[in-house]
């Protein structure tokens, strides 16, 4: 893991007693500096091994343990430390690291290559791990509905003898090869469905002990013995505690009952560093989304998803709901990220354009429900609403839990009108073509949930094929193509980001060593150790 490289990054540290702001080296989308030091050393048992829990509050719930395809904030960052793939993505600077390859990939031709496995590496219950195992992982996630979309380069993955792995892509795709080879990750081929859904087994540092993904549950890992990795587990065991309540968490953090929290609610940031922890801020793509429903009047007018945009005033939005822990979209990616391209359409409050955007399209008066995902979003949700109101739109508040199962493909025109909720596919990997794969490519997401492929005055077919052509580009070719690609999207807003959000991780540098917060969900201990107080 090629951990804490440097690059630029907004990063924003609150050290125990007072807000202190720390700038500090990271790459586009996320980065970590230096921390202080803990208060005291982890002690090993006499034998080597380690000691101690590793504990941490999480914001999410998932009952889902099954790698394949898994996309929950969750049991993905359980998925990290549980498996391995070829290559694996180290969070905090999204570059690639050998994980159960030996090395770099082989090229044989622009369009194959081989990877051999690392020598030595077995799963959890001590059996070997196979390329017929890389193989049957790859196979299952490119059928998958949520994977198969990163993975539509490959034509066909084949075995070479016991320990290396041959791919045939069906165009070039060196330049974001590794990096999407990391998506998937490796089980025994022998486990059946049933296995994967109850207590999979992978070749990662840990192993499932329990797993209790509801709200008030726990998951609890233990150390997999047979690791042959270079980050062993660091403490005897590691337990997460699933708090959906951010107070919850925070009394947790405070308490020093767990030794890292997720996602810190800004008004608790202050009283979390008086107890003596540290709340880091990092600038990311996390974002809230108002995504439209494509084929419903008036939204399947671009001029009026336009004007929401700009009817809403974000700065005040951000100062006032988001204690100023976001930043303004100026395109599809932040100024952080390497590919970021300041968008042909930036939007900026101007209620007056939107009124005109909305007497053109003819939709003055329209009256809409918006739907708010109850979580952190729900906060923005009244401040939304007085600013269209105040363009001429009767906007109806509707706040729950989304059910995204409802919003499948179908024949029939989906219920809901216009949908505020949060996102951040950074998580799988931050190139831009995965990122615009995971909301705008041929799948649920444009096919059901915005349906925007099915809108025949959308533009979704000419954004595939800008997609593909950067996928086949090279270098400066590669970016002014996702240029025009970031252009198209902010000009059609079938969904697009309000703001791009600085994610908060507390944590008591008494209790963790090495342990460093990344800009997307989820938690990462790989390389971390407990400390003994």
């Known amino acids: 893991m090629q951990k804490h490289e440097t690059s630029s990054l907004s990063r924003r540290t609150f050290i125990a007693g007072g807000a202190a702001a720390a700038a500090a080296a990271g790459l586009a989308l996320s980065g970590c500096g230096s921390k202080p030091a803990p208060k005291s050393e982890v002690t090993p048992a006499p034998s080597g091994e380690p000691t101690g829990e590793l504990t941490g509050a999480c914001a999410y719930t998932s009952t889902n343990v099954n790698p394949i395809g ?18 694996d993505l180290d969070l905090h600077t999204y570059k690639t690291y050998n994980a159960l390859a030996a090395g770099k990939p082989t090229k044989v031709s622009d369009t194959e290559y081989e990877v051999a496995l690392r020598d030595g590496a077995k799963f959890s219950d001590g059996t070997d791990v196979t390329a017929k195992d890389v193989v049957n992982a790859f196979q299952k996630n490119m059928e998958n509905g949520v994977y198969g979309a990163f993975l539509s380069f490959i034509d066909k993955v084949t075995a070479k003898g016991e320990n290396a792995v041959s ?9 974001l090869l590794e990096q999407r080879l990391s998506v998937v990750k490796v089980f025994p081929a022998s486990q059946t469905e049933d296995d994967l859904k109850t207590k999979p087994i992978g070749s990662g540092p840990w192993q499932y002990d329990t797993v209790n993904g509801d709200d008030g549950g726990t998951i609890v890992f233990k150390p997999n013995k047979n690791y042959t990795g270079e ?11 699933v708090m959906l309540d951010g107070t919850a968490r925070t009394t947790a953090l405070k308490e020093a009952s767990v030794a890292v929290m997720e996602n810190v609610p800004d008004a608790n940031a202050e009283q979390i560093t008086a107890s003596g922890a540290t709340v880091d801020y990092i600038q990311g793509f996390n974002q809230a989304f108002l995504m439209f429903n494509t084929l419903k009047e008036p939204f399947n007018d671009k001029r009026v998803r336009q004007a929401f945009f700009y009817a809403i005033d974000v700065k005040k939005l951000i100062a006032n709901s988001m204690a100023g822990n976001a930043t303004p979209v100026t395109g599809f990616l932040p100024k952080e990220h390497a590919n970021y ?22 939709a003055t008066g329209t009256s809409f429900t918006l ?9 923005l949700a009244a401040q939304i609403k007085n600013d269209l109101d105040a363009v001429g739109v009767s906007c109806t508040i509707q706040e729950q839990k989304i059910n995204w199962s409802e919003l499948a493909p179908s024949d029939s025109v989906l219920p809901y009108d216009v949908m505020l909720t949060p996102g951040d596919p950074t998580c799988f990997g931050n190139d831009p073509d995965l990122l615009m794969t995971w909301w705008y490519g041929d799948n649920v997401w444009t096919e059901g949930r915005t349906c925007w492929k099915k809108d025949a005055a959308g533009r979704w077919s000419e954004l595939q094929e800008l997609m593909q052509k950067a996928r086949e580009a090279k270098a400066a070719a590669q970016q002014e193509t996702w240029n025009k690609c970031f252009d198209l999207i902010a000009e059609e807003a079938p969904l697009y980001p309000l703001f791009h959000r600085k994610l908060a991780t507390g944590y008591q ?12 969900t989820g938690l990462v201990f790989l390389g971390a150790k407990a400390v003994k107080a």
Request: charge should be negative.
């Open 70 to 87: 898994n996309s929950s904030a969750l049991m993905l960052a359980a998925t990290w430390h549980v498996f391995e793939g070829l290559y």
């Open 167 to 175: 791919f045939k892509l069906k165009y070039a795709f060196e330049s």
């Open 231 to 241: 980050y062993p587990a660091g403490a005897a065991s590691m337990s997460w505690n």
């Open 341 to 362: 391209h300041e968008a042909s359409t930036v939007y900026t409050y101007d209620p007056e354009k939107a009124k005109q955007l909305i007497e053109d399209a003819g």
């Open 371 to 379: 739907l708010v995902n109850n979580n952190w979003v729900k906060d």
């Open 509 to 520: 540098p008494t209790l963790i060593q090495g342990f460093e917060p990344i800009a997307t």
